[in-house]
């Protein structure tokens, strides 16, 4: 894997750490604006670093959703005002923490 490849996973990592802490302790967190936006921002991030993920580290790992990444963050960018707070819980809740596992693996 290419240093590039390599620092971007590393920072996906990074990123979906964070979105997880931010919600850790905060019942009801997709109902807070601010932590909603914090979490949001980074499943942004994720999104814009699977670029910088060379192809051959994708196809090598297709067990991982690299276009669901990339759609997210394409969603979040160009239509926030239609996010659905619920299924962003859902990505938290169900998605992130298989995320960091898989990424670490690599």
């Known amino acids: 894997m290419n240093e590039k490849s390599h620092n971007a996973i590393e920072k996906i990592i ?7 802490q931010y ?17 949001v921002f980074n499943l942004a991030q994720i999104g814009e670093l699977v670029r910088f993920v ?3 580290v994708q196809n090598n790992n297709r067990h991982i959703n690299w276009p669901a990444m990339k759609g997210l963050r394409n969603r979040i960018i ?6 659905v707070p619920i299924v962003i819980k859902r990505i938290v809740e169900n998605d ?9 693996r690599i």
């Open 14 to 20: 990074k990123h979906a750490d964070k979105a997880i």
């Open 23 to 39: 919600t850790a302790a905060i019942p009801l967190w997709w109902e807070d604006s601010k932590t909603l936006e914090a979490v």
């Open 54 to 56: 060379d192809e051959e």
């Open 78 to 83: 160009h239509d926030y005002d239609y996010i």
């Open 96 to 104: 992130l923490t298989v995320l960091i596992r898989d990424l670490s």
